[in-house]
């Protein structure tokens, strides 16, 4: 049985199928610990012609703001079904920053949502999804 389930999740179109599938899951016992998890990639320094550097720490502020929105609104969701998830946000890159949060929790279930992407998107960035697939330390449970 699963009790830790962490729930990445992005501003995609599949958000709302995994809250729905996290929320049956959790009305079968809810005996669970439900995360929330978003991850911000980081923003460097902007070079814009010659010379000029932006500076790119209200663009991270204005990241972070949005994240916490998204967290925020997903756990209004879930409340619904009375669940009261912990929400983290986290900078690095997607997959791996799952992985390691999942490993450093001992999280039993990860379950990610399944964009449809084209065959060249897929081919050229892959897909988050399949990364945490292969390097999850968890079962994985893939949303459409």
Do not use: C
């Amino acid at each position: 049985m699963y009790k830790r389930i962490l729930v990445p999740i992005d501003d995609s179109d599949t958000v709302d199928s995994i809250l729905h599938e996290v929320a049956q899951i959790w009305m079968e016992n809810r005996n669970r610990t439900i995360t929330l998890f978003h991850v911000l990639r980081p923003v460097n320094s902007l070079g814009v012609g010659t010379g000029y550097i932006v500076d790119t720490a209200h663009v991270q502020t204005r990241l972070e703001k949005d994240g916490h929105q998204l967290l925020e609104q997903a756990g209004e969701r879930l409340s619904y079904f009375g669940i009261e998830p912990k929400m983290v946000l986290e900078w690095g890159e997607p997959a791996r920053e799952i992985s390691r949060y999942a490993e450093s929790e001992d999280i039993d279930l990860i379950v990610v949502g399944n964009k449809d992407k084209g065959l060249l998107d897929k081919l050229l960035s892959g897909s988050v999804s399949q990364r945490v697939v292969e390097k999850a330390p968890a079962d994985v449970l893939v949303v459409k």
